[in-house]
């Protein structure tokens, strides 16, 4: 398993931007995929951004042109820069990590975007 850990989340106005940050505890390097998702209360957890080992991304429709997921393999750190934030962006954010050798999946703790004048 490997040990994620979220941070950057907080309390910001419509219009506003954020960055999430996802540290590893392992080399980013040997896991295929990252992604962030988000859960809104009463709603499934969703997927917002992917990237993949190759630096391949992937976006939600409803985030594409405002959130871009990048990875720093230096840091073992991925990033979720959050613009034009709405309030319909307010949920928790998730980091995951998918290694496919050996298969393991894993989830960080969460944390809180909140979006509101």
């Known amino acids: 398993q490997v040990q994620l850990v979220e941070s950057g989340g907080g309390l910001v106005q419509p219009g506003g931007s954020l960055r999430l940050s996802c540290a590893a505890s392992?080399?980013?390097?040997?896991?295929?995929?990252m992604a962030w998702y988000r859960q809104a209360p009463g709603k499934e957890r969703e997927s917002v951004a992917t990237i993949n080992s190759d630096g391949a991304t992937n976006y939600a429709d409803s985030v594409k042109g405002r959130f871009t997921i990048s990875r720093d393999n230096a840091k073992n750190t991925v990033y979720l820069q959050m613009n034009s934030l709405k309030p319909e962006d307010t949920a928790a954010y998730y980091c995951?990590?998918?290694?496919?050798?050996?298969?393991?999946?894993?989830w960080g703790q969460g944390t809180q975007v909140t979006v509101s004048p």
């Open positions: 995951y990590a998918y290694k496919i050798l050996p298969t393991s999946r894993s």
């Open positions: 392992i080399s980013i390097f040997s896991i295929n995929i």
